[in-house]
Structures are given as structure tokens and as C-alpha cells.
């Protein structure tokens, strides 16, 4: 199965020039989390989250409508195109610790995103309760997979730390003392 089939093509976006106050307001209004950014082409540049904007507001002390997109936007984005596997765009979420990719063509242009929640959805057995149905009944993804980039993903700098083994250290020789010199005796006169 390819992205491009599961992918949601209906993105919101927001532009470079855009102030917080203004992507928030459209991941509250579209109930998402998100928001690639956008240049004036339809490239994907950047992705603000609902944390960035939270973090920014901590940091900079200013009301959101005065700070704009790009500050807090992350310009490194992690992406994927529209004929990528299942596997693939999971290992990429995995690799980069992100939630959400941002579907680009050949030239960079947004045509889409797919969510870790997308790839849940197909690995999950279906039970008649599923939200959305597949047409075929065979798995590009395990549960197990999914749970594993899920851990990935939500890892801390601390748990890294954890899971780093430790140090391993040379054993030194025991320190030997010195011999004490024999208890000299007073002369007796």
C-alpha cells in the first residue's frame, strides 16, 4: 500500500509570514496539531505543533499575535512522497521522532499528510468498530510496529540516556600501601 492512498489531501497550512496567534487559532478550528509551512510555491519549508506555539508563548513572554510563524516552526522537515510504503513512511517517523509527514512531490510541493494515528488505524484489526474500513484485509504494518515507532517517537533525552549502556570502565589494580617501615625501638640506656 502506498501513502498516496491513505494520505489526507485536504491540508491546512500556514505561511512563513503568519503569526501564531493565527495557526493556532486554525489547528483549534480543524481539531489537528499541526500545521506544515508553506511558501508563497506551495513548498513545504517548516511544521509548527501545537507544543511550538506553547513553547514560543513560554519563551518569548509576547501575546501570540506578535510572534510570528517562523520563529517557531522547525525548518527541518521530515517528508515523504506520495508513492512511499507504509514501512517507509513509518521508519521515517521513526527516525526523525515526528508524529506527522507532510506528503511532497517530486519538486517539494505539499500534496498531502499522513499520521502516525493513519498508520494505527491500518495496523489495528478490524472489529466492525473501526473508523475507517480497508478494502483488502492484509497488513502493511503490524501493531507491534506501530507501538514500536509510537515508543520511539515519544522518547525523552532522559530515557536515551537510560537506554545508553554505561560507560564501561577499566578495572584498576588494587593501590598497594607501602610496606610500613618496622616500629623502631627506643634504646634503652
Known sequence: MKIA??????VEVCAVGDNLAAAATRMWDADIGCLPVVDDAGHAIGMVTDRD?????LTRGEPLHNI??????SKEVRACPPDATLAEAEEIMRSGQVRRLPVVDAEGALVGIVSLADLARLAAPED???ARKRPDKKRDLSGQEVAGTLAAICATRADAEARAPAPVR?????RRRPPKPPARRARRR
Open 5 to 10: 492512498e491513505i494520505m489526507r489531501a485536504d
Open 128 to 130: 466492525g468498530n473501526s
Open 68 to 73: 510570528p510563524v517562523e520563529v517557531a516552526m
Open 53 to 57: 506555539v506553547c513553547m514560543a508563548a
Open 170 to 174: 577499566p578495572k584498576r589494580a588494587p
